[in-house]
Nanobody, 117 residues
Framework: QVQLVESGGGLVHPGGFLRLSCAASGSIFRINAMGWYRQPPGKERELVATISSGGSTNYADSVKGRFTISRDNAENTMYLQMNSLKPEDTAVYYC???????????WGRGTQVTVSS
């Protein structure tokens, strides 16, 4: 099993920045690609960004140019640098990782990001 724990959320003004972290533990060797999803209030969960084991990245159009996903495999940690934050970025942000051998995704419990003046 893999455990994922997010941190770094909080309240920030529009135009501000935050960096989210996702620490992985347990059966780390099972992790393949990782990613961030978010769930805005009253809406469905949506993809934010993904990163492959080799470092290839993919972003939702709504965050391109503002957010950067990265991972430090030596530290078993993934990051999401969020710049130029907007009120519509307000959501619970979830870390996810997929298993390289099983049709299985692991999820963290989420961290709240609120962008408000």
């Amino acid at each position: 099993q893999v455990q994922l724990v997010e941190s770094g959320g909080g309240l920030v003004h529009p135009g501000g920045f935050l960096r989210l972290s996702c620490a992985a533990s347990g059966s780390i060797f099972r992790i393949n690609a990782m990613g961030w999803y978010r769930q805005p209030p009253g809406k469905e969960r949506e993809l934010v960004a993904t990163i492959s084991s080799g470092g290839s990245t993919n972003y939702a159009d709504s965050v391109k140019g503002r957010f950067t996903i990265s991972r430090d495999n030596a530290e078993n940690t993934m990051y999401l640098q969020m710049n130029s934050l907007k009120p519509e970025d307000t959501a619970v942000y979830y870390c996810t990782a997929n298993d390289r051998w099983a049709a299985l995704n692991y999820w963290g419990r989420g961290t709240q990001v609120t962008v408000s003046s």
